[in-house]
């Protein structure tokens, strides 16, 4: 797996979050067709969405941060991640007591989720700008 991330990384982690992101605005549909549908995406995302996510995330700090940063960058991000999960549970449960039900919890995490997918596509074209920019000097 070493060799395969050294040789191909970029484009693993391209077409990784170019697979999470189909799966996760198919998951839209799944409300409007069968349930083969809904059991079809949950296969695909949790063979594809939850192992390969963990394991590209650090190949995504080493393209996206400068070497000088990436230590601080880890520690932020763990610390984001731990925050997250801390906040997630009791802001859920608040939005179901206020709100009397558990839809909007689901939108919030919908919504969050796809901003994160969002940033990953923007600090990939952002950075490849950067470097193109560094090029024409």
Known sequence: MAFVMDRFGGAVTRVHLSVVSLLHYLSFLSHWRAFILVFFHAACYSVLGA???IATSNLIFLTCVDPGRRASAFGLASCLGSLSILSSPPL??????QLESYAPSFYLAAVRYSFVLSFHFYSSVLKRTETMKVIRR
């Open 51 to 53: 192992g390969i996510s």
């Open 92 to 97: 859920a449960g608040f939005l179901a007591d």
